[in-house]
């Protein structure tokens, strides 16, 4: 015989929507702030972005999942300072493409993959 679960615990799961708090939301949600913004944007800046996007999540997640059991090399630690003095105001934990489509930034980000390409 299978035990069954409360009605309300399946509502109110760790992992349900109300749980998570009034902050979170899906990204569809969250991403159309900046869509008219991004209509604006040439696709060459969109393709940047994304590939900027896509390399600062892959290194932020990689970080994440291993946490305070990740010894970094010396580069990589040369290469976080960089890239948080670099972009200050830039939240690389929940990045957006709108973040990435300024030209100063694309500026400054060049300049810094630049730097660490050969490395």
């Given at each position: 015989?299978?035990?069954?679960?409360?009605?309300?615990?399946?509502?109110?799961?760790?992992?349900?929507?109300?749980?998570?708090?009034?902050?979170?939301?899906?990204?569809?949600?969250?991403?159309t702030?900046?869509?008219?913004?991004l209509?604006?944007v040439?696709?060459?800046?969109?393709?940047w972005?994304?590939?900027?996007?896509?390399?600062?999540?892959?290194?932020?997640?990689?970080?994440?999942?291993?946490?305070?059991?990740?010894?970094?090399?010396?580069?990589?630690?040369?290469?976080?300072?960089?890239?948080?003095?670099?972009?200050?105001t830039?939240?690389?934990l929940?990045?957006?493409?709108?973040?990435?489509?300024?030209?100063?930034?694309?500026?400054k980000?060049?300049?810094?993959?630049?730097?660490?390409?050969?490395?």
């Open positions: 015989m299978r035990a069954q679960r409360p009605a309300s615990k399946g509502a109110q799961g760790p992992h349900s929507r109300q749980a998570r708090g009034p902050s979170s939301g899906n990204a569809r949600s969250r991403n702030d900046t869509a008219p913004q209509l604006s040439p696709p060459e800046q969109l393709t972005a994304h590939r900027a996007m896509a390399f600062a999540s892959t290194h932020s997640k990689r970080l994440a999942k291993y946490g305070c059991k990740t010894h970094l090399t010396k580069i990589d630690q040369e290469l976080a300072k960089a890239v948080r003095a670099t972009f200050p830039i939240d690389l929940t990045l957006d493409v709108a973040q990435f489509t300024d030209e100063v930034v694309k500026r980000w060049a300049a810094l993959a630049q730097r660490y390409a050969a490395s």
